[in-house]
Every structure is written in C-alpha cells, then in structure tokens.
C-alpha cells in the first residue's frame, strides 16, 4: 500500500476537476502526462486529487510497477509538473 499523500491531521486541498487533456495546464512535462497517465485512467481519475513531489513520485512509482510506460526521466518530468500544476 502507498503511504499516504499528505501529513496527518491536514487537511485536504480542493479536489482537482479536469475532464480533458486539453485542461491541464502548459508547462515542461504536460505531454508526458497526457500519453502516460492516460494510458490507463481518464484524465481527471489520474489527477483528482492533489499531491506533494514526495506523494506522486510514490504514485507515478506504482503505476510504472503496474505498467505505465515512463522511463526515469519521464517520470521524473511528470512528477515535476504534477506537482507544480496539481500540489497541495
């Protein structure tokens, strides 16, 4: 199981609602987001909630275990602009 995406006791950030890749916001890695996390998930599944850099290096980890075609430096550039464009 993953840890979790954020410190006990805080709160929440505002759920993230994007129904198109064509939402997400420009920026280095955007592409990368678009091929790898859609692969599987619709856009929105894949970026629904907000997370930390720690928190989705953990998720992108994962989901390259379960498959998702990302090399180090993918993943690295999707951790980046998730976590500026989708953070707490």
């Given at each position: 199981?993953?840890?979790?995406?954020?410190?006990?006791?805080?709160?929440?950030?505002?759920?993230?609602?994007?129904?198109?890749?064509?939402?997400l916001?420009?920026?280095?890695?955007r592409?990368d987001?678009?091929?790898?996390?859609?692969?599987?998930h619709?856009?929105?599944?894949?970026?629904?909630?907000?997370r930390?850099?720690d928190a989705?290096?953990r998720?992108?980890?994962?989901?390259?275990?379960?498959?998702?075609?990302?090399?180090?430096?993918?993943?690295?550039?999707?951790?980046?602009?998730?976590?500026?464009h989708?953070?707490?």
């Amino acid at each position: 199981p993953l840890p979790p995406a954020r410190p006990a006791g805080q709160a929440p950030a505002a759920p993230v609602t994007v129904t198109s890749v064509d939402d997400l916001p420009d920026g280095p890695g955007r592409a990368d987001v678009a091929r790898v996390c859609t692969g599987c998930h619709a856009i929105g599944t894949a970026i629904s909630q907000r997370r930390d850099k720690d928190a989705w290096a953990r998720i992108i980890e994962d989901m390259r275990g379960r498959g998702a075609p990302a090399d180090d430096a993918q993943a690295a550039r999707i951790r980046d602009y998730l976590a500026a464009h989708y953070g707490p």
